[in-house]
């Protein structure tokens, strides 16, 4: 199916990858409706071995990430083209290329002018090197993570990692929203600040967009020693603030940060990041009370939370997923990942949404699925659900 605007789109790839300008390609419009995978996010990463393509497939509830060498990766971009995509869409630090596929089987080939950096980092280069810079970094020696040298300090390793997979798992939702410097991150219940200093510093460093970022946090001592070390290190557009969750005035939300705030404080966090209508709502979730003690099972599946450590498992799942089932009622595209978070448990998950225009298409058959769920476990109501008064 080859035609001259595929092969002039495939050459200019190459070109835009031997330059190392390439920022991102996507392939998008799925040729099968049924298909689970809808969309795939390609960037360029240069490995100890070389310079690869980074391909993450997106399917409905998962991403797969898979790294390709140049040659093998495009092979497979003109398959997935011609087999599974209508369109395919090139950033590149010097020019935007898209491909579109028209009803009628021919291919429309457009250029527009760059609107993307490369903000390559190529961190996967050296084993010590990662998305958040060590050097000359002052929040992480303020914090303790590193040391005067500017290294690791060894009993930090783990936190640093923890960090580093933070920003992994954030920076392709990031780098799909168009992000502007009036956009507004809340990180509620920032605690001692460790993510929240991480992810103000990517996206303005790395992403080089002067986003405003507040921490909440109800713990004064920790609010000012954040406040001091935002200070110290010269970031001005960061901010802590003491207050609640619930209640902690923020002047609005585009993207919504809850990692650990322990129960339903989750659940406060999400229902005032889909009440302000952010753009993307990120939580790890820590314990799940309310749901263990909301359920009571009579039925089949009654011996599945006779034995408490088993019981705690299932609220987990089922706090979780009623969550995810919400988000997605309320019109946000919905992931759940395994997130590691140190300070509680070995594993934990992330659920990140993302607000979608005519998502979801029938809201109502995702609350008969909540429902059929909570009459299974016996559960009057999710927390998250009388916030919303649902
Ligand atoms: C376990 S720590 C997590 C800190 C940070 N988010 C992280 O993941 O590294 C939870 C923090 O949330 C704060 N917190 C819990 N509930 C809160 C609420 N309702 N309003 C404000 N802060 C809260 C606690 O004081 C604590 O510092």
Request: glycine fraction near 4%; charge should be neutral; aromatic fraction near 8%.
């Amino acid at each position: 199916m080859q035609n001259s605007q595929i092969t002039t789109f495939f050459e200019k790839l190459q070109l835009h990858i031997d330059n190392k300008e390439l920022v991102k390609l996507t392939l998008a419009g799925k040729r099968d409706k049924n298909s689970d995978l809808k969309k795939l996010i390609v960037s360029p990463v240069e490995l100890k071995k070389g310079y690869y393509l980074n391909f993450v497939y997106r399917h409905n509830t998962k991403d797969i990430t898979k790294n390709f060498e140049i040659t093998e990766g495009i092979d497979l971009l003109l398959k997935l083209l011609e087999n599974d995509f209508l369109n395919a869409d090139l950033f590149s630090a010097k020019e935007n290329i898209n491909l579109s596929t028209l009803p009628n089987g021919k291919t429309l080939l457009k250029f527009n002018k760059p609107t993307m950096t490369t903000n390559l980092t190529f961190t996967h280069d050296k084993p010590k090197e990662r998305l958040i810079d060590t050097k000359d970094n002052i929040y992480l020696r303020e914090l303790g993570i590193t040391n005067i040298n500017g290294d690791v300090r060894r009993e930090m390793s783990d936190k640093f990692k923890q960090i580093n997979q933070y920003i992994e798992l954030l920076s392709p939702y990031l780098n799909e929203l168009e992000l502007t410097d009036e956009f507004h991150i809340a990180d509620m219940g920032s605690g001692k600040g460790y993510l929240t200093f991480t992810l103000y510093d990517y996206v303005t460093n790395r992403l080089k967009v002067n986003i405003k970022t507040t921490g909440v946090e109800f713990r004064q001592e920790l609010v000012d020693t954040c406040n001091n070390i935002a200070q110290k290190a010269d970031l001005s557009g960061l901010s802590f603030t003491k207050g609640t969750i619930e209640q902690a005035e923020l002047h609005k939300i585009d993207i919504l940060i809850a990692l650990h705030a322990c129960d339903t404080a989750t659940d406060d966090a999400i229902f005032r990041g889909i009440k302000s209508e952010a753009e993307l709502i990120v939580c790890a979730p820590c314990c799940h009370k309310q749901i263990r003690k909301a359920m009571h099972v009579q039925n089949e599946l009654a011996n599945v939370t006779r034995f408490g450590i088993l019981k705690e498992r299932q609220a987990e799942i089922i706090t979780d997923t009623l969550r995810a089932m919400i988000l997605e009622a309320y019109g946000y595209k919905t992931n759940v990942f395994e997130f590691i978070s140190l300070e509680h448990t070995p594993k934990n998950v992330m659920i990140v949404g993302r607000k979608t225009k005519g998502f979801p298409r029938n809201k109502q058959d995702i609350f008969k699925n909540i429902s059929a769920i909570k009459e299974l476990y016996g559960i009057e109501k999710h927390y998250l659900e009388k916030l919303l008064e649902i």
